[in-house]
C-alpha cells in the first residue's frame, strides 16, 4: 500500500493545538500516546491540518502505543462488565445503541448496498457496489444455494443477503437481528426486490431463535458479539438448527495470535465506541476449536483481510465526501471518532493485525456427502 512521504518531522506542522491544557502532549519531537491523541481530536481540543488518513500512515512518527489512565477508566468499566456479563438485556441495549442509530449514519459510509461486512475484490478495481455483489454471490455459491433452501441469516444487518439468496438463488430466506431499525430497511428492501413472499426479517436476540432446521446457515461478522463468554453455546446452537447434509458459512473478525501493541490500542479503541461488546474477534484457532468442538468439520477456510483493508478505504472515501451532512446531522465528535477508525483500520487490515476469515462447514458426519465439493466454488480467487 502506497504511502505518502510528504509530512512535516514536526508534529506542530500537523496538529494545531486549541487547548492550552494538552499543549504539552505535542512537543517538536516529542511523541504521544495514541489514544490520547484520539481523545483530543475527537473532543476538539486539537485540529489536524493533513488528511487524518495520511496522518494515520505515518503514525508511527508522531505517536506510540502506551498504555494511558484512559484505558483504565475503560477497562473497569465498560470491558470487563460486557466481556462477563452479555445477558439478553445488556447486548440488547449496547447492540442497538449502536445498530439503531439512524440509517442515514451507515450510509455515510456503507453506500447503496449497505452491507456492514466485508466486500470482495476479483481484481481491485471495483466500485464498492461490485465488490459487495462480488461478496453475495460468493457466500451464495460457498453455501451451494438451490432453489427452496431454506436460509438462516443470523445477524441480517440491513437485509442484502436475505433480498440477494432469495432473488437470485431461489431460497426461502429468514433473517433475524436485534436492531429495529435494520430489520425495518431490511423489509423494506426485502419489498423493493419484490421477494417479501419467500423473504423477510424478524427482530430477534439469537438466543430467542425457535428449534427449527435449515439447509444452510450464515452468519457473517455478528458472532463476534456473542461474545467469548457464550462462542461455544452459539456453535452449539447453529450444530442443532442445521439438517444433518447442511452446510454452515461464518464470516468472523479475527485478530493476529500474541500480543501486539498496536492491535490492543485499535482495539480498546474500537471496543470503546464502535463495536462494544464485540469481544470474541479472536485469532483463528480459537474459532476453529470451538467449532470442531460443537460437531463441525471445516471444509475451508479463507482470509480476506487485504479485501477488509480495502473495503474500509471505500468507506472512507464515501465519509469524506458525506463529511458535511454527517456534521450537521450528528456533529464534530461522531464524525472524527469514525473518521479515526476508519481511517486507521485501512492499515490495521492490510498489515495483519485484524483480519476477516470466510470459514465453510458441516457436520462432521461419516454420512456427509463429501463429493458435492468437487468442482465447487472453494477459495474466492479461484475461478473453478
Known sequence: ???????????????VVRDPKVASRYK???????????????????????????????????????????????????????????????????????????????????????????????????????????KLHLVSQKLQLKPGER??????????????????????????????????????????WGVKDRARAI????????????DKISCLEMAEHVGVKYFQRFMNQIYGLLKDDGLFYLQIAGLKAGIHRESLMWGAFMNEYIFPGADASMPLSFVVARLERAGFEIHSVENVGIHYSKTIQQWYDNWMANRDAVYNEYGQWWYRCWEI????????????????????????????????????????????
Open 151 to 192: 436460509l438462516l441469516d443470523i445477524g441480517c444487518g440491513w437485509g442484502t443477503l436475505l433480498a440477494h439468496t432469495a432473488k437470485y438463488y431461489g431460497t426461502d430466506t429468514t433473517g433475524i437481528s436485534i436492531a429495529q431499525a435494520g430489520v425495518d430497511y431490511a423489509n423494506q428492501q426485502i419489498a423493493d
Open 341 to 384: 477508525f476508519l481511517g486507521w483500520s485501512v492499515d490495521i487490515a492490510a498489515q495483519g493485525n485484524s483480519t476477516a476469515f470466510q470459514i465453510v462447514c458441516n457436520k462432521n458426519r461419516e454420512k456427509f456427502d463429501r463429493n458435492r465439493w468437487i468442482g465447487a466454488v472453494n477459495l474466492g480467487e479461484r475461478d473453478l
Open 1 to 15: 500500500m502506497a504511502v505518502d512521504t510528504a509530512l512535516s518531522k514536526n508534529i506542530l506542522d500537523l496538529v
Open 203 to 214: 427482530r430477534m436476540d439469537y438466543r430467542a431463535i425457535p428449534a427449527d432446521k435449515y
Open 28 to 134: 517538536n519531537g516529542a511523541k504521544t500516546p495514541i489514544t490520547n491523541f484520539i481523545e483530543d481530536y475527537m473532543n476538539g481540543r486539537v485540529d489536524v491540518t493533513v488528511d487524518v488518513r495520511k496522518l494515520m500512515q505515518h503514525r508511527t512518527d508522531y505517536f506510540t502505543y502506551s498504555l494511558v489512565g484512559h484505558h483504565a477508566s475503560f477497562i473497569v468499566n465498560k470491558f470487563i462488565p460486557q466481556l462477563v456479563i452479555h445477558s439478553k438485556k445488556q447486548d440488547e441495549r449496547i447492540v442497538r445503541d449502536h445498530y439503531d442509530r439512524r440509517n442515514d449514519f451507515f450510509a455515510g459510509f456503507l453506500g447503496e448496498r449497505m452491507i456492514y461486512t466485508s466486500a470482495f475484490y476479483k481484481n481491485g478495481n471495483e466500485s464498492l457496489t461490485e465488490a459487495q455483489d462480488n
